[in-house]
C-alpha cells in the first residue's frame, strides 16, 4: 500500500490465538482488527473503502476469515496535531545516489512516532516532493534545528545507514548557553548515558562510556556563550544532557536540567541547539561532502 498524506499504512501482525482469552473465536478477521483497535466503526469504514489488505496486497472484506498470526496492513487517521509554522529547505538532492539533505526546523520531529506523525520531516517530505519511499539516514532531536540526512528510495538506504552505523558522519553542532568564568574550555565530556521508555529526561548512570562530546566556547554574545560541540557518538539527548551537566543549559531547553510545560503551540522559544555542519565520505560515489546549514544562531522562533 503506498504512502497516503506522506503516511505509510500500518503493519498489524494477527495474534496466533483465534480468539481473545476470555471470548468466542473471533469470526472475521474485521471482528479481530475491530477488537483489537477498540475501532470497530473505523475498521467497517476502512474494509469498505478497500483499505485494509493482507500481505499479499489481498484486500479485506467483510467476510475475510481470521487468519492467526497473520500480517495486514491498514491506514491510520491522523491525530490532531498543530502545524509546525516553519519550512524545511532542501541543501542537497542528488537522484543519482538517492540522497536528500535538509535543513530542519526546530519543532519538527524527524519522522512519525507518538503524537507528531504529520508534523514531521519525513511525512512532509514525502507528500511535497512526491517521494514516498523517503526516509532518514540518521536522526535529530524534534527540538533541534540543522542538517539531515535522508534517502528518496529504499535501495538507496543501506550503504549511507551503515556508513552512519560504523562512524563514518562527522557532526558540528553549535549552542547557545550560559558562560561559566570558573570552566576551562575546550573540554570533553566522556560518560554513559541512558534513555529508558517512557521517561522525559536521559540521565548519566555508572558504567562504560557510550557518549563523547567535545565542548569548545568560540564567542560570546549578549551574555550568551557561542559555543561549538563535536559529539563522536550519537546518544539520545546526548548535547543537551552534556551541557547541562557542565551547568551550562542550552537556551531554550524545556528538559533540562529540569522539565518545564510548554504549550504545544507555543513556537517562540527555539532550543538554540543547530547541526551546523556534517562531513563524510559519500558510500556510493567516493566523493567527499560537506553540508553546512545556513542558519544563523540565535534560532529565530514565532508566535
Not at 67 to 85: A, T
Not at 291 to 301: D, E, K
Amino acid at each position: 500500500m503506498p504512502p497516503r498524506d506522506g503516511l505509510g499504512a500500518a503493519r498489524v501482525r494477527l495474534p496466533a490465538a483465534a480468539g481473545p482469552p476470555d471470548g468466542e473465536p473471533w469470526c472475521s478477521l474485521p471482528d479481530a482488527l475491530a477488537h483489537l483497535t477498540g475501532d470497530p466503526a473505523g475498521i467497517a469504514r476502512r474494509v469498505t473503502d478497500g483499505e485494509v489488505r493482507l500481505a499479499d496486497g489481498t484486500p479485506v472484506t467483510g467476510t475475510t476469515a481470521y487468519l492467526p498470526g497473520e500480517v495486514v496492513y491498514l491506514y491510520r487517521d491522523l491525530p490532531e496535531e498543530v502545524p509546525v509554522p516553519f519550512e524545511i529547505d532542501v541543501l542537497l538532492h542528488d537522484d543519482e545516489t538517492g540522497l536528500l539533505v535538509v535543513d530542519k526546523p526546530p519543532f519538527l520531529a524527524t519522522m512519525p512516532r507518538g503524537g507528531h506523525v504529520a508534523q514531521t520531516v519525513v511525512t512532509r517530505l514525502r507528500r511535497d516532493l512526491d517521494l514516498p519511499e523517503l526516509a532518514p539516514v540518521h536522526r535529530l532531536d524534534r527540538l533541534t534545528s540543522g542538517v539531515l540526512l535522508l534517502t528518496t528510495r529504499a535501495q538507496a538506504r543501506s550503504p549511507y545507514q551503515r556508513m552512519v552505523q560504523a562512524g563514518r558522519l562527522a557532526k558540528t553542532y553549535e549552542a547557545l548557553a550560559p558562560v561559566r568564568e570558573d570552566l576551562v574550555l575546550p573540554t570533553t565530556v566522556t560518560d554513559r548515558i541512558v534513555k529508558e521508555r517512557g521517561e522525559l529526561q536521559a540521565r548519566v548512570v555508572d558504567g562504560e562510556p557510550n557518549a563523547r562530546t567535545h565542548v569548545e566556547l568560540v564567542g560570546e554574545r549578549d551574555g550568551l556563550g557561542h559555543y561549538r560541540l563535536t559529539p563522536t557518538t550519537g546518544r539520545t539527548h546526548q548535547l543537551r544532557l552534556h551541557l547541562a551537566g557542565l551547568g551550562l543549559p542550552i537556551e531554550g531547553d524545556p528538559l533540562y536540567p529540569e522539565p518545564r510545560h510548554v504549550a504545544a503551540d507555543d513556537f517562540s522559544a527555539p532550543l538554540q541547539l543547530l547541526a551546523r555542519e556534517v562531513t563524510f565520505t559519500d558510500p556510493v560515489t567516493g566523493l567527499a561532502r560537506r553540508v553546512t546549514s545556513p542558519r544563523a544562531l540565535p534560532v529565530p522562533g514565532t508566535r
